[in-house]
């Protein structure tokens, strides 16, 4: 079984194999995060494009640090005051790019698909960093990272997920992951962002719209943000979601007493989650930035560095 | 002169299914009979083929005037006579939209300098097709349209649409439907379901194609006009069709090769698998074959809807809708309905030539006969060839069936007695 990979366009496409090798090769890059001195020479040399066709801060900064904490240097492209005002094309943009030989691409679009489309007809490697309502695979692998950590295994867990999931891109990579490891989810939120063919995205999914029903006995809560830029939508009021959807201190009580909560962020703090879930102990929101960035590392290093023939050290899957 | 030798002659007015041959003089039909022989004639080998009457497509975009990039009178209608269609009918949305009859004169004058095969125009319902005020269909019908419609967008409100109806029922021209629901496509880009789910694609549902025939079955009964639903694609949508006949309505439908070939499951983020209505689940696939075999589908229409390559070179969400059809209707009816055994072949003639016919109203109806019209369409059953989306006639390349091997193959197209194609 090949280890390695050429692009990361989604979770669903990553065999579990790769999943597992990406996440211990990411162990050793959580430890360097507490270097004094948190710069390797291993990429030097190399050049990771970071196009954002949409707007982002935690997931560009995440890449551009690993990218520079490995050695590479990474040129930025932003749809703000970009050529695309301009009009142009999406192919256009990252052929421009590609013509700056950068050794990767590292992709954030609104439309599904983007990823792949670029992927068909560029010649370097192409990692999604978030596909419109598709994939957003290093979220998954962050949160996976996450889990193993806090919880000692990936396997078996009741997962739930509440929030706007038909949107949602990191809620189909986290039940591609998730799915594949014996977990059980549980999908929770307003039935219009929850529609019944969600069921069919993996093995062992299920809805309710009562939160109070999907967080009995949960072991793992991820919170969706609520999109509020998504206005042409129709959607409940704050004042309905926050009724029927926050998660409260209350709420996270009918879980399991270990239960952690993710959140890939940003926060609408006191909408999708109660400040004192935030805060509080069974909140993971910190260290899965932080984790982020190891696994970006491990993936950059993979993509870029690693040698083709030898998969590199550590590669004994656990668990 | 010309001889057609040797073809299977499938008619399906005639109920003739022999092998005979055709003796074509000027325009028409002169003689049929077994071996014809005249000295002189121009000689066509039909020889294990199908000769059927010519072939017409109820539904196409020949983007002139206005879009010439993507398409032309002259591409295409060779694309089309490339297919084994005789005429085409060609639908208003083109820039300046064929809402008048000056528009109307042009393409008809275009047609008559270019095009390779018959082109009837379809007029549009509203002014520029935008759904307020009705256009002037009467001096429309002056300049030669065949049918009414806003394709690429229903008529909008029902009141306008009773106001179209009872005026094409005055001017006997039926009234073609894209049956959608605007708040319920809502911006969607492929058929809501499983697929849709997977891929973070906005799904349309199919209620929204269903819900508007549903009203506009209600205008058709409450106005007496001829109705036809454009390319079908939802089980449901089929049952109103099908209810309506029962009640002896003047009601038709249409279905294209795409939507009886393709399932959304077959949807990738390839744009050349993006085309209104989109491709439906399995289940409403096999209502549509259904349909065309018990009769309630009356034509099969390609819905050809060229697009320039660059403007399908997109992402999936950015991409226009729609997709090349004529050169792949044959085989795909041919392989996906005659060969699956869902259609006899004289139904498969049928669908092809007096189903459309009957919802234009063709006074000469299309047959094979002395003195009729001589529109003829020859095909195989049986003759192997893979389909290059790179070496269409047409000025576009948006297939779903690039690199397709078919069985089903057009292999020559006459035209008022001339041989306009003929496969090389």
């Known amino acids: ?319 | 002169m010309l001889l057609i030798k040797n073809g299977r002659v499938v008619d399906p007015v005639s109920r003739t299914d022999a092998v005979l041959d055709l003796l074509i003089e000027g325009e028409r039909i002169a003689r049929i009979g077994e071996k014809t022989s005249t000295a002189g004639a121009e000689i066509l080998d039909a020889t294990g083929w199908i000769v059927a009457p010519g072939f017409i497509d109820l539904h196409c975009h020949l983007r002139e005037p206005g879009q010439e990039i993507s398409e032309t009178i002259e591409t295409g209608t060779r694309a089309a006579v490339r297919g084994g269609f005789t005429a085409v009918c060609a639908m208003p949305n083109t820039q300046p939209v064929n809402d008048n009859a000056s528009v109307t004169r042009s393409i008809v004058e275009r047609a008559a300098a270019s095009a390779r095969a018959r082109v009837w125009p379809i007029g549009a319902a509203s002014v520029g097709s935008k759904g307020e005020a009705l256009a002037e269909i009467g001096a429309m019908r002056e300049a030669g349209i065949v049918a009414v419609s806003d394709d690429g967008r229903p008529i909008a409100g029902a009141r306008l649409l009773r106001q179209v109806m009872e005026q094409c029922r005055a001017l006997d021209l039926p009234v073609i439907e894209h049956c959608e629901d605007a708040s319920l496509f809502a911006g969607g880009v492929m058929r809501e379901g499983p697929r849709s789910a997977r891929l973070g694609l906005r799904g349309i549902p199919a209620e929204s194609e269903s819900i508007c025939a549903g009203r506009d079955v209600e205008i058709a009964a409450l106005t007496g006009a001829r109705y036809h639903v454009a390319h079908l694609s939802a089980r449901r949508t089929l049952e109103h069709v099908r209810e309506a006949k029962r009640r002896g309505l003047p009601v038709t439908c249409e279905v294209t090769p795409h939507h009886f070939t393709l399932t959304d499951e077959d949807v990738t983020y390839d744009a050349r698998f993006k085309m209104n209505p989109p491709l439906g689940s399995r289940d409403d696939r096999e209502a549509l074959l259904e349909g065309l075999a018990d009769g309630t589908v009356d034509a099969i229409a390609t819905d050809h809807a060229p697009h320039h390559p660059a403007s399908k070179e997109v992402e999936f969400d950015r991409a226009p809708f729609g997709v090349i059809g004529f050169e792949t209707a044959i085989g795909l009816a041919v392989d996906e309905l005659f060969h699956a055994k869902r259609v006899t072949l004289p139904r498969l003639v049928e669908l092809f030539t007096t189903g459309p016919a009957r919802v234009l109203g063709l006074r000469e109806n299309r047959r094979i006969a002395v003195d009729a019209l001589a529109d003829l369409t020859l095909f195989s059953l049986d003759y192997p060839w893979t389909f290059r989306a790179e070496e269409s006639a047409s000025r576009s390349r948006n297939s779903p069936f690039d690199g397709r091997k078919f069985r089903g193959a057009p292999m020559a197209t006459v035209v008022a007695g001339r041989v306009v194609w003929r496969r090389p």
């Not at chain 1, 579990?16 to 211990?24: A, K, N, P, V, Y």
């Not at chain 1, 962050?142 to 889990?147: G, N, P, S, V």
């Not at chain 1, 998504?230 to 996270?252: A, D, G, W």
């Not at chain 1, 952690?260 to 069974?282: C, F, K, S, T, Y």
């Open chain 1, 1 to 319: 079984m090949a280890l390695r990979f050429r692009h990361l366009l989604g979770i669903e496409s990553l065999t579990t194999e790769q999943i597992l090798f990406l996440l211990d090769q990411s162990k050793p890059f959580q430890e360097f995060q507490r270097y004094p001195l948190k710069k390797l020479a291993t990429l030097r040399g190399k050049t990771v494009a970071l196009a954002f066709f949409e707007p982002s801060t935690r997931t560009r900064i995440s890449f551009a640090t690993a990218a520079a904490r490995l050695g590479a240097d990474s040129m930025l492209f932003q749809a703000e005051g970009s050529s695309l005002k301009k009009g142009e094309s999406l192919l256009d943009t990252v052929r421009t790019l590609e013509a700056m030989m950068p050794d990767a691409i590292v992709l954030r679009h609104s439309a599904s698909g983007a990823a792949e489309f670029v992927a068909a007809r560029l010649e370097i490697p192409v990692i999604n960093a978030g596909d419109g309502a598709h994939e957003h695979p290093t979220q998954a692998l962050l949160d996976a990272l996450t889990i193993r950590d806090r919880k000692g295994m990936l396997e078996n867990w009741n997962i739930t997920i509440i929030g706007d999931i038909l949107h949602s891109r990191v809620a189909r990579s986290n039940i591609q992951l998730l799915s594949r490891f014996g977990c059980r989810i549980t999908l929770c939120g307003p039935p219009m962002w929850m529609p019944p063919e969600m069921e069919s995205l993996a093995h062992g999914v299920r809805r309710t719209a009562r939160i109070e029903e999907a967080l009995e006995g949960a072991d793992v809560i991820i919170t969706l943000r609520v999109q509020t830029e998504r206005q042409h939508e129709p959607s409940l009021s704050p004042e309905e979601y926050i009724l029927l959807y926050q998660l409260t201190p209350e709420r996270l009580r009918r879980g399991h007493p270990d239960a952690i909560v993710l959140h890939p962020g940003p926060m609408n703090r006191g909408l999708e989650i109660d400040p004192a879930v935030a805060d509080g102990p069974q909140s993971c929101v910190i260290e899965q930035v932080t984790n982020g960035l190891a696994v970006r590392m491990a993936l950059l290093f993979q993509v870029l560095g690693a040698p083709a023939d030898s998969p590199g050290e550590g590669t004994n899957a656990s668990d």
